[in-house]
Structures are given as structure tokens and as C-alpha cells.
């Protein structure tokens, strides 16, 4: 069975609670953004469960865990991943989950703590 064929869980990180199972086109992957029902969620966390059966293990389900959230207006390219806010500041946490320290709410423009790499 491939992994585009399971209906992924949504359970929401707080409360433990399932939004329900979902079938999606794409894979969701921690740091990405899916909305349900009008409500936008971050992906913190995907998990992959499996079961034995006939001495082989087969992916049983799918489940992320999810947190309400605002999608991010400031993004950069790192690597190939998006991150959160302004690569080129020294307190910037290259996360997809997180922007800063001093600053998490942002935005990284006219933040009074930017201090540029280098």
C-alpha cells in the first residue's frame, strides 16, 4: 500500500483530539500549513504506524499533529526548505515552526533587534 492511499489523521497537539482523517494529495510534512474547515493549522509533527502482518511490517495509518496558527507573510529559502521570517538575521531560528528569540510574533521587517549575519 503507498503512502498516498492512507488517510492521514489530523489530531490537534493541545488537546490530543482528531480533527479527523483527511486524504490529501501531498505529503504534510512538519513546518507546513493545512487548513480545515476555514481554520489554518501548522504541522508539528508527522507520525507513521505500522502492523506485522504475515511476518511483514505494512504502514497501518498516518497521523500529524497540528497547532492553530497564522501562515506565515515573511518566508525565506534556506536550503531548500522555507523557514520563518529573515534568513539573514543573526537571531533567526532557520525553523519552520519558530522565527526568533527576541522577536517571535514578528515581523522581521523594522525589527529593532536585527542584527545581519556576517
Known amino acids: 500500500m503507498e503512502i498516498d492511499c492512507l488517510p492521514t489523521e489530523v ?7 482528531s480533527l479527523g482523517k483527511l486524504q490529501f494529495d501531498w505529503t504534510p510534512q512538519p ?4 487548513d480545515i474547515e476555514g481554520q489554518t493549522y501548522a504541522v508539528l509533527e508527522r507520525c507513521h504506524r505500522y502492523q506485522l502482518k504475515a511476518g511483514h511490517y505494512r504502514l497501518h495509518n498516518i497521523a500529524i499533529y497540528v497547532q492553530k496558527a497564522k501562515r506565515p507573510e515573511e518566508k ?11 534568513a539573514t538575521c543573526n537571531f533567526n531560528a532557520l525553523s519552520e515552526i519558530i522565527r526568533c528569540a527576541v522577536n517571535p510574533e ?6 529593532r533587534f536585527y542584527e545581519s549575519q556576517g
Open 106 to 111: 514578528g515581523p522581521c521587517k523594522s525589527c
Open 11 to 17: 489530531i490537534l497537539t493541545s488537546s490530543h483530539q
Open 31 to 34: 513546518g507546513n500549513y493545512i
Open 76 to 86: 525565506s529559502l534556506v536550503e531548500g526548505r522555507w523557514i520563518i521570517g529573515d
